[in-house]
């Protein structure tokens, strides 16, 4: 069963900086897309960065100029760096990623921003 292993939440204050990692735990087949969730204590879950097999680039209007996702397919690994944190960013952040048997997440991990 693969699993992915989120690192690299926490506690920031306004305006730092945080980049969150999310690894694999063994190769997972046909990578369609990774992306980068996060939910907000009484708000749905929403997607945030997604990073695709052709490497094109997709980010939330909240979170454009400041977050930049980026991946090593050797490892399974994606990447979220987050700059210019604000409040409103504290959210437990997911990984996912699409392979053709099936979709994965991690267990989350939270990241705190104060004001």
């Known amino acids: 069963q693969v699993q992915l292993v989120e690192s690299g939440g926490g506690l920031v204050q306004a305006g730092g900086s945080l980049r969150l990692s999310c690894a694999a735990s063994?190769?997972?087949?046909?990578?369609?897309?990774m992306a980068w969730y996060r939910q907000a204590p009484g708000k749905q879950r929403e997607s945030v960065a997604t990073i695709t097999r052709s490497g094109s680039t997709n980010y939330a209007d909240s979170v454009k100029g400041r977050f930049t996702i980026s991946r090593d397919a050797t490892k399974n690994a994606v990447y979220l760096l987050m700059n210019s944190l604000k409040p409103e960013d504290t959210a437990v952040y997911y990984c996912?990623?699409?392979?053709?048997?099936?979709?994965?997440w991690g267990q989350g991990t939270q990241v705190t921003v104060s004001s």
């Open positions: 996912n990623v699409g392979g053709i048997l099936g979709d994965y």
């Open positions: 063994e190769r997972i087949l046909g990578i369609n897309a």
